[in-house]
């Protein structure tokens, strides 16, 4: 062989080696970006009650929850059945939040972001001064900051929101706190924002309703669209999936789907509350800001 067809051997060799290397750089990178950083729980309207085996049936189903090795659970409210009629007595409420407690000693170990819903809070105490009166009684039954808050794991940075307010809006205290945390953060840091109520989904316009200052909330998530990535919501039991701007609009299914009833579909199985069974969702959270969000029925 001569020597100039030895040299061009060795270059096309050392060439191939620098793509080899230049293509594995590249893929490890982009393993890394869509490397899974979080796996969490999603539980929604439980609406805890003494009756019609509730607990049992609450208590079965975390342990399978916990058989999926999540890292932490978000819980979207309506925690307990009902504590917002006027005709609900003191003993009822604190019956119904005993029960809660009683069921989430299941999740020793785990930690529990939930933000309050709108059958969780008792407005026909005696007075308003009274201790268990208001949003202030739930947050502290929840074990929560406050009615909104925020909290970041690996990468990710979780806002939980407080809707319950006239015409399902946030109030304006709320929302310049909210504009607030979103400019704060660095770019592309995503976000995933939790609320009872659907922000932008599909079921409300035949059930449950969604907030009504939809528009200003998606125009702010518009102006932060490198950063809001997931908005999490139940209150409707029903399951829908929106997706705007960037930003997916998960509207998960109750747990306790018909209120632990027997379902108003005898055809699709207990437990149904029109189409959508009880059950719970699985949130597969990605370092490049990508998630996926899977709905899994719970037999009764």
Known sequence: MKRRDV?????????????TRGNNAVAAEESSKNKLVLKIAHITD?????????PQKFKRCLETIKSEKVDFFLNGGDSIFDASYD???RERVTELWNLWDDCLKGLKGYEVYSCIGNHDTWWAAPSKT???YGKDYVVKRLGIPNRYYSFSKAGWHFIILDGNNPSITLDDQQFDWLKKELEQLPANQPVLIMSHYPILGVTPFWEGGMHSDYKKLKALFYQHRDKVKVCLSGHNHLLDTASYNGTQYFCNGAMSGFWWGKGDDKSAGDGYYEETPPGYAILELY????VKNTYKPHAF
Not at 46 to 53: E, F
Not at 287 to 290: K, L, M, N, P, R
Request: negative net charge; hydrophobic residues 45%.
């Open 7 to 19: 040299l061009k051997k060795a270059g096309i060799l050392a060439a191939a080696g620098l793509i």
């Open 287 to 290: 370092q490049d800001g990508t």
């Open 130 to 132: 009274d201790e268990m």
């Open 46 to 54: 439980v609406h805890i009650r003494p009756d019609i085996d509730a």
């Open 87 to 89: 005709s609900v007595k």
